[in-house]
């Protein structure tokens, strides 16, 4: 299922919903995205961007906090991922 996320209400639904992150650089996205909707929806995060870690980590000085902030929290992290061959 697609999430579906209203500002408005603050509220993600349906609860079983898988949200799907796709090229989220340095991960901000994704930590602030966990920060709004709080630590239960972790383990419902998938955060996705095309670089190798090494090269996210090279890019980006504050990616390896992120990403650790988030791996902690529960959240799948993928690295090597190319939206456009989503199989």
Do not use: W
């Amino acid at each position: 299922p697609i999430l579906h996320y209203d500002s408005d209400d603050d509220q993600a639904e349906p609860a079983s919903s898988v949200c799907l992150i796709v090229g989220d650089g340095d991960f901000s996205f994704s930590c602030a995205l966990l920060r709004k909707l709080g630590p239960s929806f972790a383990p419902r995060l998938i955060s996705t961007v095309y670089d190798s870690q090494a090269k996210v980590q090279e890019k980006y000085s504050q990616a390896a906090g992120n990403i650790m902030l988030l791996q902690d929290a529960g959240v799948r992290v993928r690295f090597e991922i190319d939206g456009r061959q989503l199989d």
